[in-house]
């Protein structure tokens, strides 16, 4: 036991600090390179983010932190593991003795190659050719092997890879979850397609100007809680959020002047990240309670506000009239049910981020399956793109007419992100329980909504989320949050609750 635990967490405490500035360094060079690195600026950026991340891996795997984290954890403040001082002697330690096991030579490979790795996927989807990205991948997936082999599991790399994100979790126990999920919206899809068959977008599909939709969207933004004395939106080819200091949180979209829907709750979505960041206690900043409990738990919160409140008829009764304004020549004199119908309609679609909120799951079990068996060595990259379009066919009923629009649509693999695709369904289920328990604590939601004030559910989410930090596992917040565990009943009873209203009680409109 340390003679002066108090000391040594101060030490402890410093170490986390030091590694949060270099660590929002590397966040600052990577937000650069997504939104404004020109083209020539590229190669030189590898190294620089290569060598940023090699410092900071020194820092992570200090001896010195070891032994500190290692007195700490016998002392007194150790002895509640969800105290603060307790959460971050455990949360520390164990990521301590995982950055361990990873050679820096490893480290800053992987950095290196998945810059260069971004940067052969957006040519390669921009000229629709998977052969120029193929390479890339195969270096990457070696990378990703050798770390999941490196950091060890019980025979599934996979493993492995999911604990980097979503802590604890397993695929024995999400394909349970996913399975569940994927036999439920299967043959619910087809019926609500079969709905919905007919309709088109044609109030969201008329024209938009990129200024006023950015104008509308940082208001909306800005109304749900988002924070721009704190943080600010900017343009992107594949949006994001990412926090580059305690009051500095960066989100981003992309606009389609012939489409609402793609910055809209792109802009929403993100800033429900970006909400969470800044919901963070920042006395604590870097450090456990300070940090985000979980990518499942933070995607819980970006859909949460992008589709259990803002595609909510509560919501629209508000912003309908604000948008009509803003828009006249797209939706003056155009009635409230057609454009929630639209905003709700189910369809199959061969891009992920566009998709409802039904099909959207599908895509995620796809993935989870093909980046399993990719990681196995079971698929090449070369029968990648016949293996994605066949899981199209059998998942969605549609097949992409090019890799641009299938295989190649996302950045996670040119990105290293092996393991992430499923924290995006974790987050859909939490957020479906979230508004159900917020709904059970007597606030009535819809008209707090109607009326424009979401206060009352961020200052739920922040008591119940946010301030909570990393001092509970995602299980564990959500069994505190919610009453239960994470199960798919909730999402499900939302979004038969929804579409029914959307399209049953409103044929015709
Ligand atoms: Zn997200």
Redesign the pocket.
């Known amino acids: 036991m340390p003679r002066d635990p108090e000391n040594r967490l101060g030490e402890l405490l410093a170490r986390a600090r030091d590694a949060a500035l270099v660590d929002a360094l590397l966040a600052l060079l990577q937000w650069d390179e997504r939104t404004t690195l020109p083209i020539g600026g590229r190669a030189y950026r590898a190294e620089q983010v290569a060598r940023v991340a090699g410092q900071l891996h020194a820092i992570r795997t200090d001896p010195g932190l070891g032994d500190c984290l290692g007195e700490l954890a016998e002392s007194p403040l150790a002895a509640d593991p969800h105290s603060d001082e307790g959460a971050t002697i455990r949360v520390m330690r164990r990521d301590f003795e995982r950055n361990a096991k990873i050679p820096a030579r490893l480290v800053e490979e992987l950095a290196r190659e998945t810059v260069l790795g971004q940067q052969a996927w957006a040519e390669a989807r921009n000229r629709n050719e998977y052969a120029l990205f193929r390479p890339r991948l195969d270096r990457i997936l070696a990378l990703k092997r050798e770390q999941a082999d490196t950091l060890g599991h019980g025979g599934a790399r996979y493993d492995a890879m999911l604990e980097e994100y979503e802590p604890g979790a397993t695929v024995r126990e999400l394909t349970g979850v996913l399975e569940g999920l994927r036999l439920a919206l299967i043959p619910w899809v087809a019926e609500a397609a079969d709905a919905c068959r007919g309709r088109e977008a044609r109030l969201l599909g008329r024209f938009y100007s990129r200024s006023d939709q950015e104008a509308f969207g940082v208001e909306a933004a800005a109304r749900i809680g988002f924070d721009f004395s704190r943080g600010r939106l900017d343009v992107t080819d594949h949006p994001f959020?990412t926090t580059l200091g305690p009051h500095d949180c960066r989100i981003t979209t992309r606009y389609d002047e012939r489409f609402f829907p793609t910055a809209f709750f792109g802009i929403l979505?993100?800033a429900g990240?970006g909400i969470y960041e800044q919901g963070l206690r920042t006395d604590w900043y870097g450090t456990p309670p300070g940090s985000f409990a979980s990518l499942g738990v933070?995607?819980s919160q970006?859909?949460l506000w992008e589709n259990l409140v803002g595609r909510s008829r509560p919501f629209w009764e508000h912003h309908f009239p604000i948008a009509q304004r803003r828009f006249p020549s797209a939706l003056e004199g155009a009635r409230l049910d057609a454009f929630l119908g639209e905003i709700n309609m189910v369809r199959p679609s061969l891009i992920r981020v566009e998709a409802d909120e039904a099909t959207y799951n599908l895509h995620i079990v796809l993935r989870f399956e093909l980046e399993q068996a990719l990681l196995d060595d079971t698929l090449s990259t070369t029968d990648l793109p016949a293996a994605w379009n066949a899981k199209y066919a059998e998942f969605l009923g549609i097949t992409p007419p090019d890799d641009a629009s299938g295989v190649l649509q996302d950045v996670h693999w040119s990105a290293g992100l092996f393991g992430y695709f499923p924290t995006?369904t974790i987050?859909n289920l939490l957020a479906a329980q979230i508004a159900e328990a917020y709904r059970a604590s007597d606030r009535a939601s819809d008209a707090e909504w109607s009326r424009g004030d979401y206060t009352g559910l961020l200052e739920w989410l922040r008591r119940e989320i946010h301030t909570r930090g990393r001092c509970f596992s995602a299980p564990e917040l959500c069994r505190r949050a919610t009453g239960r565990e994470l199960a798919p009943d909730a999402l499900l009873a939302h979004l038969r609750g929804k579409f029914a209203q959307a399209y049953h009680g409103h044929v015709g409109s």
């Open positions: 959020c979505h993100e990240h933070h995607e970006s859909r995006y987050g």
